[in-house]
């Protein structure tokens, strides 16, 4: 149980297109979900938390026009890097926060990561 | 600001031995800790969940939480090669995020 699954697994664009990255709670239903982002040999950075039905909410520094996150449904969040340029490439991983989960609703379950390339 | 402190490492062990993983966070409201674990070029992946004081174990992975001290550590029994990894240490306040330690890397040497 708990998988999180994310499309694509890597991508490579030119710099000034826009990239949209997939995250979907497979076998749990998910209100929230988080999008971060890592550089090589670095720790997680929050960049957003993402609500169902709601806008999302963004870390400091994140600029919420260039990460444009939308959370449709209680399954799907998706994160579009718009305008995407070489400093963006970084690895983007989701993770979601299962609602069923009684004991604690601070658990969270990663995606497998979407490695960002721009040319 | 809430702040979770780990040793970068890297922590060498020689297989079969117990490796001993630390952490220590700065709010005392803290409510719900988490070990992950990340290998290199992956996500990570949850191995350990701990809530109140006291030890927890779950195969050769045992969370020891004290909140009095305001210290999380996690203990790997008969470490294996595989078990070579960076470990996060995650703590929420119950009302959403979790803030990470920078992890600790461990390498278990043949």
């Known amino acids: 149980g708990a998988v999180v699954s994310q499309h694509p697994s890597w991508v490579i664009c030119k710099s000034g297109t826009s990239v949209k990255i997939e995250c979907r709670s497979l076998d749990f239903q998910a209100t929230t979900m988080f999008w971060y982002r890592q550089f090589p040999k670095q720790s997680l950075m929050l960049m957003a938390t993402s609500n169902e039905g709601s806008k999302a909410t963004y870390e400091q520094g994140v600029e919420k026009d260039k990460f444009l996150i939308n959370h449709a449904s209680l399954t799907l969040s998706t994160l579009t890097v718009t305008s995407a340029h070489p400093e963006d490439s970084s690895f983007y991983i989701c993770s979601a926060r299962d609602i069923g989960l009684a004991v604690s609703t601070d658990t969270q379950y990663f995606g497998p990561g979407t490695r960002l390339t721009v040319l | 600001q809430k702040e979770v402190e780990q040793n970068s490492g890297p922590l060498s062990v020689p297989e079969g031995a117990i490796a001993s993983l630390n952490c220590t966070y700065s709010d005392r409201g803290s409510q719900s800790f988490f070990w992950y674990r990340q290998y290199s070029g992956k996500s990570p992946e949850l191995i350990m969940s701990?809530?109140?004081?006291g030890d927890k174990e779950d195969g050769r992975f045992t969370a020891q939480l004290n909140k009095a001290s305001q210290y999380v550590s996690l203990l790997i029994r008969d470490s294996q090669p595989s078990d070579s990894a960076t470990y996060l240490c995650?703590?929420?306040?119950?009302?959403?995020?979790?803030?990470f330690g920078t992890g600790t890397q461990l390498k278990v040497e043949l």
């Open positions: 701990i809530y109140s004081n």
């Open positions: 995650a703590v929420g306040g119950g009302g959403n995020k979790l803030t």
